[in-house]
């Protein structure tokens, strides 16, 4: 059985999109997932993403990490999937129902509100998420932020001099976070602009994720370091972000489609 797929990108954190709308995919597992996101043997990418009917809003959207995992939310992959769509809509993921706005070159996409409770995060108990009293070899003092999904934030005087490479996956698997973290170690340049880089649960080091960039801006604004819309400069490029008056997140960036293709579903099942 062949399937057709799409692959897109978000400042370099890449997607192979599958749209199942209209006719039902084979049934996914984490081994055929992690296959299609190997880059040597497979198609390559950093996340799955699954379109399907919706009940909730205009379609859905299913969030696959490379090792395989489901996750709740990815921002880059909402612009992805607005320009791929083409028109406005609502989208359902399991984070919640978001809205996207695609626009030339990108789309803003409504991100909903973003949660601070401990046990929305979630945290394994109780304790400030705004000044986190808890560090990792040298990274004190972070906030926490659920975007859709649960971020850690380290606000650093070079993110770049920071070793996230070992020191992320460390965090990521603390007992502190019993659904797992993405971890982010920011440097404030001025009032409008965060330098940034991720640790991406169940993906590694990326170039962009798009619900850090919302979770490090909303965390930096909660501490009065940046002002209610920023520029996020992530390795891939930079994201513009906004916490309006609403308490919502716009964000706002480019995507593309790179190519589109097929691939023999006995292959990798």
């Not at 996914?28 to 909730?56: F, K, M, Y």
């Not at 995992?69 to 320009?83: H, L, Q, S, T, W």
Request: net charge negative.
């Amino acid at each position: 059985m062949r399937i057709p797929f799409i692959k897109m990108h978000g400042l370099g954190n890449d997607f192979i999109v599958l749209d199942g709308r209209e006719d039902a995919l084979p049934a996914l597992n984490a081994a055929t997932v992690a296959e299609l996101a190997d880059r040597r043997t497979g198609i390559g990418c950093d996340q799955l993403i699954v379109l399907e009917p919706s009940h909730a809003a205009d379609f859905r959207m299913r969030i696959f990490n490379s090792d395989g995992g489901e996750v709740e939310a990815c921002g880059n992959a909402a612009r992805a999937v607005a320009i791929y769509h083409g028109t406005q809509a609502s989208l359902e993921t399991d984070g919640g129902v978001i809205s996207l706005s695609p626009q030339d070159g990108g789309a803003t996409i409504d991100m909903g509100q973003p949660r601070f409770e401990w046990d929305k995060i979630p945290l394994a108990y109780a304790m400030d998420t705004l000044t986190m009293p808890v560090g990792w070899d040298g990274l004190g003092d972070p906030a926490a932020v659920n975007v859709g999904n649960p971020h850690v934030i380290f606000f650093v005087e070079d993110c770049d001099a920071v070793a996230l490479e070992k020191v992320g996956p460390q965090i990521e698997t603390d007992p502190l976070f019993p659904e797992r973290v993405n971890v982010n170690v920011a440097t404030i340049e001025s009032r409008e602009t965060i330098r940034l880089r991720v640790w991406e649960r169940g993906v590694g080091l990326t170039r962009a994720c798009g619900t850090g960039a919302c979770a490090t801006a909303v965390a930096a604004m909660r501490r009065g370091l940046v002002d209610r819309e920023t520029t996020v400069a992530l390795p891939g490029g930079p994201l513009t972000i906004h916490w309006d008056d609403d308490d919502r997140i716009q964000m706002t960036g480019p995507a593309s489609e790179s190519y589109r293709g097929t691939f023999e579903w006995d292959e990798f099942a």
